[in-house]
C-alpha cells in the first residue's frame, strides 16, 4: 500500500502560480499512475492530470493543459503540481491518488478507478 499527504496549496490571486506536493509513503510512487483530482464547492470531482509508472509519461484535462505540470521526484517519493496562470475556476480541493498499473488509458481520468487518496488539499484563486 502506498499513503498520500497532500501540501502547497494556499490563496493566490488570479495570473498567480502554486505549486502542490503529494508526498508518498510506504511503497515508490515510481509504482503507480499519480494523479491529481480537484472538486470545487457543489461541482463533480473533476481528473486533473496523472503520470504513469516507469516512463512517465503524463496525460492533462484539457483545461489545464499548457498552464499545469505534473512532475515526479523518485528520490524524494514525491509528485508535484505546478500551476501557473490560474483562475478562479481553478479554486477547488485538489486531491492526490495513486492506483497499480492497468491495461489501457482510458481509466486514468476517472476517479473511481483509483484506489489510494489523499486528505486534499485547499486552492483558491482571486480574481
Same mark, same amino acid.
Given at each position: =500500500? +502506498?499513503?498520500?499527504?497532500?501540501?502547497?496549496?494556499?490563496?493566490?490571486?488570479?495570473?498567480?502560480?502554486?505549486?502542490?506536493?503529494?508526498?508518498?509513503?510506504?511503497?515508490?510512487?515510481?509504482?503507480?499512475?499519480?494523479?491529481?483530482?480537484?472538486?470545487?464547492?457543489?461541482?463533480?470531482?473533476?481528473?486533473?492530470?496523472?503520470?504513469?509508472?516507469?516512463?512517465?509519461?503524463?496525460?492533462?484535462?484539457?483545461?489545464?493543459?499548457?498552464?499545469?505540470?505534473?512532475?515526479?521526484?523518485?528520490?524524494?517519493?514525491? +509528485?508535484?503540481? =505546478?500551476?501557473?496562470?490560474?483562475?478562479?475556476?481553478?479554486?477547488?480541493?485538489?486531491?492526490?491518488?495513486?492506483?497499480?498499473?492497468?491495461?489501457?488509458?482510458?481509466?486514468?481520468?476517472?476517479?473511481?478507478?483509483?484506489?489510494?487518496?489523499?486528505?486534499?488539499? =485547499?486552492?483558491?484563486?482571486?480574481?
Amino acid at each position: =500500500q +502506498v499513503q498520500l499527504i497532500e501540501s502547497g496549496g494556499g490563496l493566490v490571486q488570479a495570473g498567480g502560480s502554486l505549486r502542490l506536493s503529494c508526498a508518498a509513503s510506504g511503497r515508490s510512487v515510481s509504482n503507480y499512475a499519480t494523479a491529481w483530482f480537484r472538486q470545487a464547492p457543489g461541482k463533480e470531482r473533476e481528473f486533473v492530470a496523472v503520470i504513469l509508472w516507469d516512463g512517465g509519461d503524463t496525460y492533462y484535462a484539457a483545461s489545464v493543459k499548457g498552464r499545469f505540470a505534473i512532475s515526479r521526484d523518485n528520490a524524494k517519493n514525491t +509528485v508535484y503540481l =505546478q500551476m501557473n496562470s490560474l483562475k478562479a475556476e481553478d479554486t477547488a480541493v485538489y486531491y492526490c491518488a495513486a492506483e497499480e498499473p492497468k491495461g489501457g488509458s482510458a481509466w486514468l481520468r476517472r476517479g473511481h478507478e483509483y484506489d489510494y487518496w489523499g486528505q486534499g488539499t =485547499q486552492v483558491t484563486v482571486s480574481s
